[in-house]
């Protein structure tokens, strides 16, 4: 079978795919773009003084790294030309921002992480693009308000990342499956690599930085234990793999299974990862390969936002793992 590009794919599933009109594809023909320029950089970044940080702290209170700054101007300097747009939300941004009145403006709003994970460049670890497309709510015009943009998960039309490690991989969904796509650095092109991604029912591997042991609650902790304690379905114990970036654990956790935890602690009640930048995304992503996304307590998707920047605990992977969770977390609130 010849080799599929994802714009060639995105045309041939149109008709079973409602939001992807003209408008929306060049949206992800721009959006795939931008994931080549920060790719192409990425691979050089040892050779072009990028590495280590900018000595500037952003609004989530974390140290910028010289590729977060990159990958940043990257993303809204060409999603704001696409003509699709009419607002973006970057993790690197503390405000929303509005396309400008001098260029085409269109119906969706884009979230974005520009490079997850980016301290991990410094020691040549994947690293990635976290995205999330909405629509602007029917009957609004004019300026965009924040309002309009603090939609729940489940309004997404579209989410996925791109992925920066010994390939470059696009992981994206519209609501119709999951589908990965490796670029071909020969000829510049996203392929058909990995059609109708799931993820196990069950898994055998759990993700989590169990360096944050002594801050969590004891409900967390017999999460954990759970873990250690449980069998997988082959009655073999779980294996612990953590990277310590959310896109690369998580694409690990797509493909094998298992389970990827960001429980809340003392230092971080309401969690650590952004709700629409981050886990939204991945949410919709797990969701759409079969798996599930939770807080501990519901379903992550429909969780609604009250700022831009508002954070989540996340537990993510296999619907049995996940829901494991959950009891875990029910049962500890009757005790």
Request: aromatic share 8%.
């Amino acid at each position: 079978m010849a080799d599929i590009t994802v714009t060639e794919h995105l045309l041939l599933h149109q008709k079973r795919t409602p939001q992807a009109t003209g408008q929306f594809t060049g949206l992800l023909y721009d959006l795939i773009l931008s994931g080549k320029s920060i790719s192409r950089r990425i691979n050089k970044a040892g050779l072009l003084d990028i590495l280590g940080g900018t000595g500037e702290v952003n609004v989530q209170g974390e140290n910028v790294q010289k590729m977060d700054a990159i990958a940043n101007r990257i993303m809204l300097y060409r999603m704001e030309r696409c003509g699709a747009l009419c607002a973006m939300s970057s993790e690197e941004e503390a405000e929303l921002v509005r396309v400008s009145p001098e260029f085409p403006r269109g119906d969706y709003i884009l979230v974005f992480d520009p490079l997850d994970g980016s301290t991990n460049i410094d020691v040549n670890i994947n690293v990635g693009t976290i995205f999330s497309i909405l629509r602007r709510p029917e009957g609004h015009t004019g300026e965009v308000t924040l309002e309009e943009v603090l939609q729940p998960g489940c309004r997404q039309v579209a989410a996925g990342y791109i992925l920066y490690g010994p390939s470059t991989m696009l992981v994206l969904s519209t609501g119709q499956g999951v589908h990965g796509f490796t670029l071909d650095p020969g000829v510049g092109e996203f392929l058909l690599s990995h059609p109708n991604m799931r993820i196990p029912e069950q898994g055998h591997i759990y993700s989590v930085n169990e360096g944050n042991w002594k801050n969590w609650d004891e409900p967390t902790r017999d999460v954990l234990q759970w873990f250690h304690n449980c069998e997988t379905p082959d009655g073999t114990s779980y294996s612990s793999r953590y990277v310590g970036a959310l896109v690369a654990d998580f694409h690990r956790t797509l493909i094998y299974g298992g389970i990827y935890l960001y429980p809340p602690d003392r230092k971080k009640p309401q969690g650590k990862l952004r709700l629409m930048c981050e886990a939204n995304p991945l949410a919709f992503l797990a969701e759409q390969a079969g798996g599930k996304a939770s807080d501990g307590a519901g379903r992550i998707l429909e969780k609604q936002p009250d700022r831009l920047h508002a954070r989540t605990p996340l537990f993510i992977g296999s619907a049995k793992d996940v829901e494991a969770v959950e009891r875990i977390y029910a049962r500890c609130a009757q005790a």
